[in-house]
């Protein structure tokens, strides 16, 4: 009963290496998100998408890029890692115009070395 | 700034009544309460929402006061796989800006 996929639950890449993180849903959601979650800090929007190949940079987009070339998966780029984007990172999705609430994935546990 | 005030922690004994309050009191006229929670190292849940009216689904229970300025979460019968922290947030249904303000949290620990 899975309904948006993160691709790997724990990650461990080095520092300056460029990472990919997917996320997948099968709800035919517009919208999807992409979070990091940090002790004391909470959850931090990254980058959003309200349709194929449109994205909006949330509060922290430094270092990060995203691609959404079809609607069903999302994917969240490090385009050269480093030790303070060690971090959970959370893939969210919504439908367009309906009043309920977003569907989260598991959540990948990423460790930049 | 967080919309929402939650207290830090809670207890409850498991086969009762967890009781968890929000205040929102800047809430405005078109804009939904919603609860999500946490367990250890997974994604948040979706667990409820309302506009004014009391609501209810088979995981809790939303009570929201007749000003909208506050809202209590019921979860009936607590068990251990309740232990979380549930979040209270309030977002309008047009909202273009699509954030999310996430505060601390209830953590809720449900006790044997």
């Known amino acids: 009963d899975v309904k948006v996929t993160q691709s790997s639950r724990y990650l461990v890449k080095r520092t300056g290496e460029k990472v990919f993180l997917e996320c997948v849903q099968d709800m035919d959601h517009e919208n999807m998100f992409w979070y990091r979650q940090d002790p004391g800090l909470g959850l931090r929007l990254i980058y959003f998408s309200y349709d194929v190949k449109m994205k909006e940079k949330g509060d922290i987009p430094e270092g990060y890029s995203v691609s959404r070339e079809k609607k069903e998966r999302f994917s969240l780029i490090l385009e050269s890692a480093s030790t303070n984007q060690t971090s959970m990172y959370l893939c969210?999705?919504?439908?367009?115009?309906?009043?309920?609430?977003?569907?989260f994935g598991s959540g990948t546990r990423l460790t930049v070395v | 700034d967080a919309k929402t005030t939650q207290p830090t922690s809670m207890d409850c004994a498991e086969g009762r009544a967890a009781n968890l309050p929000c205040n929102h009191s800047?809430?405005?006229?078109?804009?939904?309460v919603y609860w999500y929670r946490q367990i250890h190292s997974q994604g948040p849940q979706y667990i409820i929402h309302g506009l004014k009216n009391n609501e209810t689904n088979e995981m809790a229970s939303l009570i929201i006061t007749e000003d909208r300025k506050s809202s209590t979460l019921i979860l009936p019968h607590a068990t251990l796989r309740d232990t979380a922290v549930y979040y209270c947030?309030?977002?309008?249904?047009?909202?273009?800006?699509?954030?999310?303000?996430w505060g601390a949290g209830t953590k809720l620990i449900i006790k044997p």
């Open positions: 969210a999705s919504r439908g367009r115009g309906v009043v309920l609430g977003y569907t």
């Open positions: 800047t809430i405005s006229g078109n804009e939904y």
């Open positions: 947030i309030v977002r309008g249904r047009g909202d273009s800006n699509y954030q999310l303000i």
